[in-house]
């Protein structure tokens, strides 16, 4: 199934022929044309949920991951709620498992605690492999809304939270101290001046480098 030169053909009419055209090519058993003239079809409708639902069904049924994050984002921005929820878990499980994309992933969770506060997004959150892309603060107001989970028996809560009390002592540090300074040796005096003065403000920043023992 194909269509003529698309410069030819009024926008108003482009989406109703891809529609048309992915509707006989799956008629005919012609899955791939199918999926091309849908994803062409979302592209110019992407309001139409039901659309957006089929081409991700269609893109599971063959296994295209790649293609699959697309319509996923676009049909959780027309959920709310639970709805939305489940589609941002499936975009960032899609994210971590098939597409080495970790950061992706977590942006996708945190979609997803937007729309519902749940908790396989918070436990997912915590999963090993993001600790890279899960900054302080974050894992932080997860420990804590996941310690506040009813289905949380008293001693994992007890635990959340130590470990959260543990981020949040380190956390001036944490802001402070890059690694980089750390490695080249700068005193933390100097490396804690440079961070700030980077954050920029009115206020003049002196730094003042100093051992500290017992004798003096």
Do not use: W
Not at 182 to 207: F, S
């Amino acid at each position: 199934v194909r269509i003529g030169d698309p410069d030819a053909i009024p926008d108003g009419a482009r989406a109703e022929l891809h529609q048309r055209a992915a509707e006989l090519a799956a008629d005919l058993g012609d899955g791939e044309a199918a999926r091309r003239h849908l994803s062409l079809y979302c592209a110019h409708a992407p309001g139409d949920a039901a659309a957006l639902t089929r081409l991700a069904a269609m893109h599971r049924d063959v296994g295209a991951h790649e293609p699959l994050a697309e319509p996923l984002a676009m049909r959780a921005e027309l959920a709310s709620g639970s709805a939305a929820a489940a589609l941002h878990l499936e975009l960032a499980d899609l994210y971590a498992a098939r597409l080495g994309r970790p950061e992706a992933a977590v942006a996708a969770l945190r979609d997803a605690l937007q729309a519902e506060v749940s908790l396989p997004a918070l436990r997912a959150l915590l999963d090993p492999r993001f600790a890279d892309h899960v900054d302080p603060l974050l894992r932080s107001d997860v420990l804590n809304k996941l310690a506040a989970q009813p289905s949380i028996s008293d001693l994992e809560a007890a635990a959340l939270l130590t470990e959260r009390a543990q981020i949040l002592s380190n956390l001036p540090r944490q802001v402070l101290f890059a690694e980089r300074p750390a490695r080249a040796g700068t005193p933390k005096a100097l490396a804690a001046r440079a961070t700030l003065e980077a954050i920029g403000g009115p206020t003049r920043i002196e730094a003042h480098v100093r051992h500290v023992a017992a004798r003096n």
